[in-house]
């Protein structure tokens, strides 16, 4: 066994020795090279696949329950302000928010992840609880009972301090998924690069050996390894950053303007639904009212929500929507001092015909408000399908090429030494 050894060593010694050893390293490190890559590439279409399939939407479905609550809410209180029969068109609008929350719910159910159980929780268990006491209200008001006020407030509490600050927790979990999977898709594949470079440097520092031992400038076989090795790195890395460079647009211009965007039109609607339950609530509605300003504050005042909108929005029609919300919100935020001037002044049945009735009604304004705000949704969502459906692009086919090329590397490599090394026989 020694003396194998020794006389192992020993061939390892010689010229013929050194060139298998380096067609050895070249091979495996070409191999090694095209494995990582392949993984790479195909964890990152994974990741992108994530992005669009399942955070993405998750977290559209999230932020659809939370809007669609806070608008049940906010249309439960216009309606209510009828005193009798509701118009049909708000109770129309009451039932499609809460089928809607209903069927989101069931598909988040069925595909978040464990972190948004506990809210998730909350929602299967308390949305049913809410709308009784909302449908206990409409039988009171039906009778003229004053008691249906009572179980309005009941309702609207429940759903403010229980069941959207569990919608907000389940969409924050999502947009936190979601940009976990972005950040993962913009990482940059350092394992896959080393190697590349190692594999570079080998075949550069191999060709040089061979030309002081051979006093041959080039190794067609070593040649052909050297730029397939070169092809393989910069496809990886045009690949790597062409998908890091739509994913990080899609985040800036889509996904994080979605966010504040939605975030306006929920407080909006927590605004509108303040409003009407400031009315409800006859000369004793102060909480309400201060929490209206403090809404509209958030929305629509210096740095508020839609001031920040349109300075971050990534493109004209963007910029175009967000001018029209803080149009409408100047709107309403008129009409509401108007609305609280009839009511202060003892003139409620005029206040809740100017907040609810009508093109100038605050009601009017309210929806002006939350069709810019779903229009400019809509705007940067394209942004983000767009932007994630060019990442996928970017990746597309270049496991394939990768590992194509790293044989080609491995193949060539082997023929050019295995030349040099026939010549020693």
């Known amino acids: 066994m020694a003396t194998a050894w020794r006389r192992l060593i020993r061939r390892a010694a010689t010229s013929p020795g050194r060139l298998t050893t380096l067609t050895a390293l070249v091979v495996v490190l070409g191999l090694a090279f095209g494995l990582a890559g392949v993984l790479t590439m195909r964890a990152g279409v994974g990741l992108v696949r994530d992005v669009t399939d399942r955070s993405g939407p998750l977290s559209l479905q999230a932020q659809d329950i939370y809007r669609s609550l806070s608008d049940a809410d906010a249309t439960a209180a216009s309606a209510f302000l009828a005193n009798g029969v509701e118009p049909a068109e708000l109770r129309k609008r009451y039932l499609d928010d809460i089928a809607r929350a209903s069927s989101a719910l069931t598909v988040a159910l069925h595909s978040a992840e464990g972190r948004s159980a506990a809210a998730l929780g909350v929602l299967v268990r308390q949305i049913p609880v809410y709308t009784g006491l909302v449908e206990s209200a409409r039988t009171y008001n039906r009778q003229g009972v004053p008691l249906g006020g009572a179980y309005l407030r009941e309702a609207s509490a429940l759903m403010r301090q229980t069941i959207l600050p569990a919608a907000q927790e389940l969409f924050r979990a999502e947009a936190a998924s979601l940009s976990d999977a972005q950040r993962a898709v913009a990482r940059w594949p350092w394992t896959v690069t080393l190697l590349g470079l190692a594999l570079l440097v080998v075949l550069l520092l191999t060709q040089r050996y061979l030309a002081r031992l051979t006093n041959r400038r080039l190794n067609r076989g070593m040649v052909l390894a050297t730029l397939a090795a070169i092809v393989a790195s910069g496809w990886l890395a045009v690949a790597s950053a062409g998908a890091a460079g739509h994913i990080s647009a899609g985040r800036e211009d889509g996904s994080d303007h979605v966010g504040l965007l939605a975030e306006a039109r929920i407080t909006a609607l927590q ?91 605050a009601a009017a304004a309210a929806g002006r408000l939350d069709a810019a705000l779903a229009e400019g949704i809509a705007g940067s969502g394209h942004r983000f399908d767009r932007e994630a459906a060019g990442a996928g692009a970017a990746l597309e086919g270049a496991d394939v090429a990768v590992a194509l090329l790293a044989l080609a590397v491995a193949a060539a490599a082997a023929f050019g030494l295995n030349q040099r090394i026939a010549e020693y026989r």
């Open 271 to 361: 605004a509108r639904a303040d409003e009407g339950l400031t009315l409800i609530a006859r000369g004793d509605g102060k909480a309400f009212e201060e929490d209206f300003t403090v809404m509209m504050q958030r929305l629509a005042g210096p740095g508020g929500l839609l001031q920040r909108a349109h300075e971050q929005a990534p493109d004209e029609a963007a910029r175009a929507a967000a001018e029209r919300a803080q149009r409408h919100a100047a709107d309403w935020v008129r009409i509401h001092r108007q609305v609280r001037g009839l009511d202060d002044g003892s003139q409620h049945a005029e206040a809740v015909t100017l907040a609810t009735s009508g093109d100038g009604s």
